[in-house]
């Protein structure tokens, strides 16, 4: 797929928000949102959301939300306070780099499909209490680089933060779901089934593939992911 300048983009508004009417041609589904495009950049408004995808050639290389505002401190202690779901995992390890990955694709691949955030809270015990880590800059490079390092493809759209409390840091990783399902890490599909990660199976990989399809209705709108 080669795309003009200028061009429409048309996707579905996976985020649950209506557009205005200028912006569905009878051929869009309900919800859909525009996407222009700039010299390989393209940029969706829907509410407050904004995501900007760069493109070259028909591959989207990266996408990002670039109007994001970080989970507040209020917001996160009620993570705290609350079990692990399928979208919150707690967790003390600071090196375990797989399971960080791993977390991170499940949350991506949003299998229940709500539409919300993932929260990957490091530094915390399955009860909520702090465990006393203290965030250093190596180690917030390290998890910060994992969403450009490769092994999770298409790359994550994924933020990372501090947040201090008297007892200990806690380190933030939030992660949108994705816009093109599935997510892999190193060619393996995870997903998370309420406080339970583990590898799709065929017929949930097919559903997420269905979503990506979804988000891309017509062939010549589908972008090229290899």
């Known amino acids: 797929v080669s795309y003009a300048r200028s061009c429409l983009f048309i996707v579905p508004n996976i985020f649950g928000y209506p557009c205005a009417p200028r912006t569905q041609p009878r051929h869009s589904r309900p919800n859909n949102i525009a996407i222009f495009s700039e010299n390989g950049t ?11 995808l760069r493109a070259k050639s028909g591959n989207i290389l990266e996408y990002e939300n670039t109007n994001y505002k970080m989970i507040t401190r209020e917001e996160l202690l009620l993570l705290l306070d609350s079990t692990e779901t399928y979208r919150v ?9 797989d ?18 955030n993932g929260y990957l809270l490091r530094g915390v015990n399955d009860d909520g209490s702090r465990s006393g880590l203290k965030v250093t800059d190596e180690l917030l490079q390290k998890i910060s680089a ?9 790359l994550p759209l994924m933020t990372v933060d501090t947040i201090a409390f008297e007892d200990g840091e806690v380190l933030v990783v939030e992660v949108t779901p994705s816009l093109l399902p599935p997510v892999r890490y190193r060619g393996r599909t995870f997903i998370r089934i309420s406080a339970r990660k583990d590898l ?26 290899e």
């Open 42 to 52: 393209f940029t969706c408004t829907y509410a407050e959301i904004v995501v900007t």
């Open 89 to 97: 995992e707690k967790t003390i390890s600071t090196t375990n780099m």
């Open 99 to 116: 399971k960080f990955c791993e977390a991170i694709c499940a949350f991506a691949n949003d299998m229940p499909n709500s539409r919300k």
């Open 146 to 154: 994992i969403r450009t390092d490769g092994n999770i493809l298409p």
């Open 200 to 225: 799709a199976t065929r017929e949930e990989e097919d559903l997420l593939v269905e979503r990506r399809t979804a988000h891309f209705p017509t062939f010549d709108a589908t972008p090229c992911l």
